[in-house]
RNA sequence: GUGAUUGUAGCUCAGUUGGUUAGAGCGCCGGAUUGUGAUUCCGGAGGUCGCCGGUUCGAGACCGGUCUUUCACCCCA
């Protein structure tokens, strides 16, 4: 049979694999850094936890794991009959892989609350599946690297995150920006527009301005209910860029106003206790743009406070082609334990998206040199003798943590040269009898072709 | 889920209005060079033309279906 692999899905190369973790190694540290622990919860989930908290079009794109056994003649035979798959599948699926990292987190938050601190403070590395239909950047596993705290509405994490992603970026050389909005600016909005009921239909209109237009976006509004006293309050609120130029807008929002003044907060918070040594960044006190976008909505429902979304920078110089959706994001969710009956949990996280980072510093080119380099030695020996000689020279540089590897026959020199090329070895250490014999080892430098004569301790 | 798009050697791709034995570059293997890779020269191997069906005397090419790739929607990392 021809081997293929599920769509969406992929195999990595062993040049790809440590890439990918330079990626999740650099996120990993700053998570340390900022006090995460790391937990783990299984790649299945009870459906049942899954189903209704990403929307309608969320639930579509769940994969369903079938029940074991003769599943077929447990099944709702009268759904089964009139081919009603979504009446069906409760019979036939009662498992489904995780689609995010962030619900899995709320059922562990719950089950396990009398073990943990709060706040408790979590991040996680861990593949996610969605059955979405496949583009660039876009696939049906993916990684995603996720860093929450539950057990406090405090702006002090709202700051700090920003600064996590700020972090991240910058060490990965990545100019990014970062852009942050609040929902309660969004449903101060949608009150003053006359919208409030819905707020979710305005909020992905206006998400999609710098990418269609203000034009389309009215129209778009309309189709969802707007009328024109609200598409003028809309637009007016679009134009003003700043918060400062927001906050009068929403002087009769109780609601908006409050968004303001967190907002606010949180921007005041980071600059004043920047870091930053003097000169650096845009003046935000990060080193990445940091703005505020009205228009950034996001689609999850669950978001009830902050909204961050991260792309990259595309004014930043070498950086002005890369077509890229967002690479990291997050919000504030006042409430997502109480579906598993815990009241009074606030969270807030982000969540960078690994793949994505990776297909960017791969067109960027901007993967650090020895992040594709593992081996430090090859050791080839040229006859059957110096053989036995060879495995016991590698196995003490092993032993002294060198990382060293044996070419397990002895063979034609240019063979043997070539395996150390591909395997991207930078030095070759050559045995043949006079070698053994002395113990003065020759060691070729593969990047330069010179060769130097060394003994056993100078390796 | 909707509408497009792609698939030929390990990789990137040619392949004329349907016509003999499907090609190139790179890579791979062997040799020039039995102690020197990445550069040079010579030779060689490698194909179910994504898969299934149809039209035809004849299909890599045309038609239908299906899978996959990429893209726009939807949504999202």
Redesign the pocket.
């Known amino acids: 049979?021809?081997p293929?692999?599920?769509?969406?899905?992929?195999d990595f190369l062993p040049s790809e694999v440590r890439r990918r973790d330079y990626i999740f190694s650099v996120i990993k540290k700053h998570f340390r850094r900022f006090g995460y622990q790391p937990i783990e919860t299984p790649v299945m989930e009870n459906l049942a936890t899954l189903t209704g908290k990403?929307?309608e079009?969320?639930d579509?794109?769940l994969f369903k794991v079938l029940n074991n056994g003769n599943f077929l003649g447990k099944a709702d035979a009268d759904a089964l009959a009139a081919k009603d798959s979504d009446k069906v599948l409760a019979s036939i699926s009662k498992r489904g892989l995780r689609y995010?990292l962030t619900v899995p987190f709320a059922r562990y938050v719950v089950m396990h609350q009398n073990d943990l601190a709060f706040p408790f403070k979590r991040y996680a590395i861990m593949p996610?599946w969605?059955?979405?239909?496949?583009?660039?950047?876009?696939?049906?596993e993916?990684y995603?690297c996720d860093a929450d705290v539950v057990g406090s509405d405090s702006l002090f994490y709202e700051a700090e995150l920003t600064q996590l992603l700020d972090g991240v970026f910058h060490e990965l050389g990545l100019k990014a920006v970062i852009r942050l909005n609040n929902r309660k600016i969004l449903a101060g909005l949608a009150e003053i527009a006359g919208m409030a009921d819905n707020m979710m239909d305005m909020t992905?209109a206006i998400?999609?301005l710098d990418?269609?237009g203000w034009d389309k976006v009215a129209e778009?509004l309309t189709s969802r209910g707007a009328n024109a006293g609200a598409l003028q309050v809309i637009k007016q609120f679009l134009d003003a860029k700043s918060l400062d130029s927001v906050a009068p807008l929403l002087a009769d929002s109780e609601i908006g106003k409050e968004g303001i003044a967190e907002l606010q907060e949180v921007f005041d918070l980071i600059k004043q206790s920047s870091p930053l040594p003097r000169g650096e960044g845009f003046g935000e006190g990060v080193y990445n743009r940091l703005e505020f976008d009205v228009t950034l909505?996001?689609?999850?429902?669950y978001y009830t406070g902050a909204i961050w979304?991260?792309a990259v920078d595309t004014d930043a110089p070498g950086q002005e082609n890369i077509?890229?959706?967002?690479?990291?994001?997050g919000g504030r969710y006042a409430d997502l334990t109480s579906i598993f009956g815990m009241k009074d949990m606030p969270g807030v996280g982000v969540?960078?998206?690994a793949?994505?980072i990776y297909d960017v510093l791969e067109e960027l080119d901007a993967f650090p040199a020895d992040a594709s380099e593992d081996l430090q030695y090859l050791i080839v020996c040229?006859?059957k003798e110096t053989l036995n000689h060879g495995f016991g020279l590698v196995s003490r540089l092993r032993a002294r943590g060198v990382h060293a590897d044996l070419y397990p026959k002895a063979g034609?020199?240019?063979?043997?040269?070539?395996?150390?090329?591909?395997r991207n070895a930078p030095k070759?250490v050559?045995?043949?009898?006079?070698?053994a014999e002395s113990g003065e080892y020759?060691v070729?430098?593969?990047?330069?072709?010179?060769?130097e004569t060394l003994r056993e301790e100078k390796l």
């Open positions: 049979m021809k293929s692999i599920p769509k969406g899905t992929r990403y929307g079009e969320g579509k794109l995010d996610v969605r059955a979405d239909r496949p583009q660039k950047g876009r696939y049906q993916f995603q992905i998400d999609k990418k269609i778009d909505a996001r689609g999850l429902n979304e991260v077509k890229m959706g967002s690479i990291a994001g969540s960078f998206g793949e994505r040229l006859d034609k020199l240019q063979k043997m040269l070539k395996y150390a090329d591909q070759v050559i045995i043949g009898s006079r070698e020759s070729k430098t593969m990047g330069t072709g010179e060769q």
